[in-house]
Structure formats: structure tokens, C-alpha cells
């Protein structure tokens, strides 16, 4: 029988790291080989459907816990325009548009409700906070970005959600989530289905439910979920109506890389919960490079470790790509990631100035989301200090088009982290015909950068020297081209049809 893949994850987010962008591409991998999978998501998200768009997945890509209890897996996007909604009764209320974000609605002269409309849509329902005589929000209906009442929250006076009601399409209620005051914090505290299959389930947490969910959504003969998330281990390994059950580690394993594979090597907190605890609940972890998963099979021998690349590179995409390589190119360099502190972002900014002495012009992207508003400043006041604000442009998060623009149009991309799972960012450089720099760390750039073939491998922490190596390629034309062409042959190692072979490893 064929066995179905269920990704288990958090969410999709607004902003997405690694882990998501690694479960979306591994989605769309098993999709074009025929192989069954979802992404399967826990928490709750309004816009989650209009989010996986950006990435070009649809509906039958994803399964999200709430959608199935809910009974709205397959509904179609409809705009729920507020214009023309039957939620409110024209002969008795007024809709006073206040700007594009918002509409009051208003009896008699007195305001009612407040409307937010859906981000980036123009006049579609988004939230409705309801008024009480005192002019405290009472409650607040929140909409599917599909267009449909999704569920409603009663609240305190002080704003805090007190309790949450979950609709059908049709809007009956199938959940109930109440939320209780706890040392000062309100957390929920109860989750009940209404009427699941004919009765009442009760839940102390989502993660209760969620093992409830995933229970019912498997089968003990075919179904193999690939965790991606190590704050769901626990969850996953409780869940026995599986065929198979696997770890995805996306990043080195300790908070120092340099003793990855050292017994001496610290776990992340966040992974003592599977390495202490529950190795014996699944049937194998999945690292991305085989150096990881020798380390890992020497250290834990009591379970089987795997070597699966995390992302895969798409053939259709190599032709529109190389096109753009016949373009001339300004002396751009780029990084995409997340902008926080565990990728030493100040270090790359470093490197920009002291490689500005040889290239005046040289233009640093950095791709991203930043960690905090203070980690921004501080780095904005470090591009101060050092006097290059007109060689530094920190473009945001970007996907698609936007994305693809920053990135064929430069001319190199580096990395200055510490410690790497693989790095999903240095192969998406590959593709582009970007020669590398990378910190020479475990493990991802060992297997991605061939030195001088395709960028160079740096001492951790010598910004001095990639800056030197980003002169050098900036400087002559020759050797961008032979570096060029190096990462364009180096990126048929993680073609998808290269990936899709690693995967038969579990998949039969």
C-alpha cells in the first residue's frame, strides 16, 4: 500500500523561516513525484489559506487541525465584500467608512461595531468587534480570509478573551475554547468538541487536541509523519495510529556547532525533550547532511538517523534563471535569512565595510525578518557608525517575484553564521549562479561550497577574509563567471530529482 507523508507542523506564517520554506518545498517535491503528503498545520490562522498562495500551494497541499473540526478543508475563496454582506441589516444600521482599514457601523447615530477589513484586500471582512453601552468590546467575530464567519470571542473588559465559540461553514458551533486567568496570564485552559462524531471530547491543551486530531486523521497501515517542529516532539510521539513516525532536524543539533560531534556538546533545550525522552517513540531522525547523521548515529546509536537534503531544486526554474546570468550585474551582495542575533548579521555588515575599501559601490541586500525592533536599531546604528548607509539596504521579507528581482541582480551571496542544518538560502543561491561565502561551520556549507570552485569557506568570525574573497569576485569578471557556472553545477546535487531518491530511504 502507498504511504501517505503527513508534515507535521505549527504553521504557515506571515514570516517564515527555514522550516516552514523546507516544508513547502518538500510538499511541492512529493506532489510532482506522485508521492501522497500534506503539510498538516495545529494552530489556528484566519489567513492561512491566502498565505500559501504566496508559495504556490493550494488547498489539497495542506491540512490544518481547526479546518478539519471546522469542516472547511476544501471551501473556496469567495470575497466576503462588507458592502454587500447580509451581516448587516441596511434598513436598520449604517456602514460609515472610516479609511481602507476600517468601517464603523452605526444605530441611530451611535457606533455598534467596528469592522477591520482583511489585510490586502479592499473592503473584505477581516475581524467585527461588537460594542457593549459602555463602549467596551464585548466580542469580536472573526472571518476566514475565504470569507465566512470562522468563530467568535467573547472577551473581559480589560480585552482579554474569555471564551471562543468555532463555527461550521454554515455556522454551527463545533468547538468551544475557554481561557481562565492563571498567575495574571489568561491561557485556554479547555478545548471541546461539539458533537464530533456524535459526542463531547474535552481537552486540557491544543496539544491534547491535536494528538486527538492526528490520531484521527492517520492510519496504523500507511501513514508516516515527519515532524518538522521540535516543540511538537512530545506531541507526535505520542500519537500510536501511524505506520511510522520521524524527527526532521533542521539545524545542528548543539549550541555550539564546533562540538556537534562531541559527547561533550550541549543539546538545544528545545531538542533534550527528544533525545532524553522519546527516541524510543519514533523510528528515525532526518538530518540534511551525512556528516550530521554520522554524528548523530555515533552519539545515539539507539536510533536510526537519515541524511535527506531539506530543500530540492526545481529544473523548470534553471532556463528563466540562466537567462538572467546574461545580464550585466552591479556589484550587489545579498543575504536571506532570518535577521537575528544567532546569524551574527553585524559580522556581514563588517565584512561590507571593509570589502567598500577595494569596491566603493558594493551594495549589501539584506533579505529578511529581524529578531526584534531593538536588534534593528542596533544594526541600523552599526551601518551608522561605520559610515556605509548608502552601501546597506535592509529590503525586508520578501517571496516570490520580489524575492527572485534581489537575487538575480547580485553578484554574490554570503552567510555569516555560526552553525547550519544544511542552508536552505546558500542552495537557492546556487540556482542563480551566485558564488558563495559561507563561515566554514558544521555542518550545510561543507556540502554546498567547493573552494574556488563555486565561492570559498571562511574561518568562523574572519570577516577580513570575506571580505578579501568578495573584492576578489566583485573585481574580476573572470572569476564571477567561473565561480558562476561552479554553483550552477553544484545545484544539479540537489536537483529534485536528486532529493526525491534520498527520500526513498523511508518511503518504502
Known sequence: MTK?????????????????????????????????????????????HQEIEKYGLGND???????????????????????????????????????????????????????????LTVGEIGT?????????????????????????????????VGHEILYDYDGQPVMEITHMNINGQVHPTMFKLLNYKGSNHRFNTEDELFEFFL??????????????????????????????KYQFLHNEQTTDANLAGSAKGKLYPILETLFHNHLGDYDGLIVSTPQQRDDLSRLFPEIKTYAIFDTALFADQEAE????????????????????????????????????????NIHLDVVGYFESEEYRQELLNLVKKLGIESNVDFKGYLVGEAKEKVLSQAKVMIQTSFGEGLSMSLVNGLEYGLPLIAYDVNYGPRNIIDNDVNGYLVPAGNVREAARHIDDILLDNNLFKKLSNGSLVKAKEFSSESVNKQWDQIAK
Not at 86 to 113: L, P, R, T
Not at 223 to 241: C, E, F, G, W
Request: hydrophobic share 30%.
Open 4 to 48: 501517505t507523508f503527513l508534515f507535521v507542523n505549527e504553521n504557515i506564517f506571515t514570516f517564515n523561516s527555514g522550516t516552514e520554506f523546507s516544508a513547502m518545498n518538500r510538499q511541492k517535491l512529493f506532489k510532482r513525484n506522485k508521492r501522497n503528503s500534506k503539510i498538516v498545520t495545529r494552530n489556528y490562522n484566519q489567513g492561512l
Open 321 to 360: 534563471i540562466r537567462k538572467s546570468l546574461e545580464d550585466d550585474r552591479d556589484n550587489n551582495v545579498v543575504y536571506v535569512g532570518r535577521i537575528f542575533h544567532d546569524k551574527h548579521i553585524d559580522q556581514l555588515i563588517q565584512t561590507i565595510s571593509f570589502a567598500k575599501n577595494q569596491v566603493p
Open 61 to 119: 497541499d495542506i491540512l490544518n487541525m481547526y479546518d478539519y473540526f471546522q469542516k472547511v478543508t476544501d471551501v473556496p475563496h469567495e470575497h466576503a465584500y462588507l458592502r454587500y454582506s447580509d451581516m448587516v441589516d441596511k434598513n436598520e444600521y449604517k456602514i460609515d467608512g472610516v479609511d481602507n482599514n476600517k468601517s464603523y457601523i452605526e444605530q441611530k447615530g451611535k457606533v455598534v461595531a467596528q469592522v477591520n477589513i482583511f489585510p
Open 128 to 160: 467585527v468587534d461588537f460594542y457593549d453601552r459602555f463602549g467596551n468590546t464585548s466580542s469580536r467575530d472573526v472571518w476566514d480570509g475565504r470569507g465566512f464567519r470562522s468563530k467568535t470571542q467573547y472577551l473581559h473588559p480589560d480585552g482579554q
Open 215 to 244: 490520531n484521527e486523521i492517520s492510519d496504523p497501515k500507511n501513514t508516516v509523519l515527519v515532524n518538522d517542529r521540535p516543540t511538537l516532539t512530545d506531541v507526535v510521539a505520542k500519537v500510536q495510529n501511524v505506520a511510522a
